[in-house]
């Protein structure tokens, strides 16, 4: 039987009907619709961006849910699975909790939290690495965790990000001092471009191009490349471009809900590492997210070592205290480790 069937099974025997993101995602779209806060991990481009890479790189398939009581979905999960593996892939920002309807009651959130809990502990495996729950130090559903399993461990790190309902002055003062130079993006040979819906397929072919040369190789399908790109045509993200002498130095792409953005892309041509390209395009990213009144820039979780050789090890620490650096908010979270 497939965890999808399983899945359905479980909640149909406690009176909820289920229905699968892939077979409707005009309702998961409704009831994005009403949340007042949208994560940009619950859309229905990045987890069709997701669908696609994590399937041809990776072997997992989406099982996304909606949960229905009587004649309203009291929550969705976005979430994927590798059969082959019998594990669930839930990693760095794009799988947290439910995301409940906004007005549940807080005894029907515990109760459907305990539910969908005890639902995975008992008909799926997990590897150290990955972390089913992101939550806050206080939270309630730790209390869960223990009362299923006495013996789980946790893991705990920083996730990083710019609140950009405040004013940019005010932002600018809380980055890291050496950074500040950069804000104005006034320097000589460099050239700050911004695209949306106005990207044309030559930039974004330009910065495909940069991806797979600093990279080494193609490091994913060039489906998930065209999924970026109609997302840029379609406005659901933006993304950021730095020239030098007219030549495409660094790029950064960023995914977006109408309340949060989240810094997906980048890539910087060594040769031009003295220019500071990435502190420019951050700069100018912050500035957007508060144009567009985005509540939230969410520049990812702080890295924590693991068996990754030392040349990655390092790229990854640097980039982790280059994020630092921009950050207005540190919040600190607990990864349940399976």
Same mark, same amino acid.
């Given at each position: 039987?497939?965890?999808?069937?399983?899945?359905?099974?479980?909640?149909?025997?406690?009176?909820?009907?289920?229905?699968?993101?892939?077979?409707?995602?005009?309702?998961?779209?409704?009831?994005?619709?009403?949340?007042?806060?949208?994560?940009?991990?619950?859309?229905?481009?990045?987890?069709?961006?997701?669908?696609?890479?994590?399937?041809?790189?990776?072997?997992?398939?989406?099982?996304?849910?909606?949960?229905?009581?009587?004649?309203?979905?009291?929550?969705?999960? @976005?979430?994927?699975?590798?059969?082959?593996?019998?594990k669930l892939l839930l990693r760095d920002n794009f799988y947290e909790l @439910?995301?409940?309807?906004?007005?549940?009651?807080?005894?029907?959130?515990?109760?459907?939290?305990?539910?969908?809990?005890?639902?995975?502990?008992?008909?799926?495996?997990?590897?150290?690495?990955?972390?089913?729950?992101?939550?806050?130090?206080?939270?309630?559903?730790?209390?869960?965790?223990?009362?299923?399993? @006495?013996?789980?461990?946790?893991?705990?790190?920083?996730e990083y990000s710019v609140n950009t309902c405040l004013d940019f002055q005010e932002i600018k003062k809380q980055?890291?001092?050496? &950074?500040?130079?950069?804000?104005?993006?006034? #320097?000589?040979?460099?050239?700050?471009?911004?695209?949306?819906?106005?990207?044309?397929?030559?930039?974004?072919?330009?910065?495909?191009?940069?991806?797979?040369?600093?990279?080494?190789?193609?490091?994913?399908?060039?489906?998930?490349?065209?999924?970026?790109?109609?997302?840029?045509?379609?406005?659901?993200?933006? #993304?950021?471009?730095?020239?030098?002498?007219?030549?495409?130095?660094?790029?950064?792409?960023?995914?977006?809900?109408?309340?949060?953005?989240? &810094?997906?892309?980048?890539?910087?041509?060594?040769? &031009?590492?003295?220019?500071?390209?990435?502190?420019?395009?951050?700069?100018?990213?912050?500035?957007?997210?508060?144009?567009?009144?985005?509540?939230?820039?969410?520049?990812?979780?702080?890295?924590?070592?693991?068996?990754?050789?030392?040349?990655?090890?390092?790229?990854?620490?640097?980039?982790?205290?280059?994020?630092?650096?921009?950050?207005?908010?540190?919040?600190?979270?607990?990864?349940?480790?399976?």
């Amino acid at each position: 039987m497939t965890l999808s069937r399983t899945i359905s099974d479980y909640f149909s025997d406690r009176g909820y009907k289920v229905t699968f993101r892939d077979d409707d995602k005009k309702k998961w779209l409704n009831f994005l619709n009403k949340k007042e806060i949208i994560k940009f991990s619950t859309t229905n481009y990045w987890l069709d961006y997701q669908k696609e890479y994590l399937s041809q790189e990776l072997d997992f398939q989406e099982i996304s849910f909606m949960v229905n009581n009587s004649n309203n979905i009291d929550f969705i999960l @976005p979430i994927f699975y590798s059969q082959k593996q019998n594990k669930l892939l839930l990693r760095d920002n794009f799988y947290e909790l @439910p995301i409940f309807r906004d007005g549940l009651n807080a005894n029907q959130i515990k109760e459907y939290s305990f539910d969908v809990l005890k639902f995975f502990f008992n008909n799926t495996k997990y590897q150290k690495s990955n972390s089913l729950l992101k939550l806050d130090e206080d939270n309630e559903i730790i209390k869960m965790i223990e009362e299923i399993n @006495p013996r789980m461990n946790y893991n705990y790190f920083n996730e990083y990000s710019v609140n950009t309902c405040l004013d940019f002055q005010e932002i600018k003062k809380q980055v890291r001092k050496s &950074y500040k130079q950069f804000s104005n993006n006034k #320097f000589k040979d460099v050239e700050i471009r911004e695209y949306d819906k106005n990207i044309d397929e030559k930039t974004w072919l330009d910065f495909k191009r940069l991806h797979i040369k600093v990279a080494g190789r193609q490091t994913r399908s060039d489906k998930t490349w065209n999924i970026q790109y109609k997302n840029l045509k379609e406005n659901s993200s933006f #993304f950021i471009a730095a020239y030098v002498n007219d030549i495409l130095a660094a790029g950064a792409y960023f995914e977006k809900s109408i309340s949060e953005c989240y &810094y997906s892309v980048s890539v910087s041509d060594e040769k &031009y590492s003295d220019f500071k390209l990435m502190h420019m395009i951050l700069f100018v990213s912050i500035k957007k997210c508060i144009s567009l009144k985005i509540l939230k820039l969410n520049l990812g979780d702080e890295y924590i070592a693991s068996d990754l050789n030392s040349v990655d090890e390092i790229k990854l620490k640097n980039i982790s205290f280059f994020k630092k650096g921009f950050s207005t908010n540190i919040d600190k979270k607990i990864g349940v480790i399976f």
